[in-house]
């Protein structure tokens, strides 16, 4: 074999490793932009929920249940966030979790009860 389709050769497996690199790269700052998001919805709800109350939208025993289920939500996430990787079930879990305490939110907010 020439000397010139050697050095091809490692010019494209070095292309390959580069590719397979920046592969990897993307994979994991999608990952981290998900649990960015999971903790950007989770301030967005405690916020809403504080406005809901001040407001007088909800009664403290709903202001309660819902900030304690908030604490849940950052309890778990921290538990998660321990080995700095988040499975599909994790992932999965922690989406069930903010999508019931949003269901629940409105729920509260749209009870009728006048205080």
Known sequence: MSIFKEIELVQMRNKIIFIVICIF?????????????????????????????????????????????????????EKFEADDVWTSKEKNAMHSKLERAEKRMSKYKTNNEIY
């Not at 998900?34 to 989770?42: G, L, R, S």
């Not at 504080?50 to 009664?59: G, R």
Request: charged share 45%.
């Open 25 to 77: 790269c993307l994979v994991q700052w999608k990952g981290y932009a998900q649990e960015k998001d999971f903790k950007e919805k989770q301030r967005k709800q405690e916020k809403v929920i504080e406005q809901a109350y001040k407001k007088k939208k909800i009664t403290e025993l709903e202001y309660n249940k819902l900030m304690r289920e908030q604490e849940l939500i950052k309890e778990t996430m």
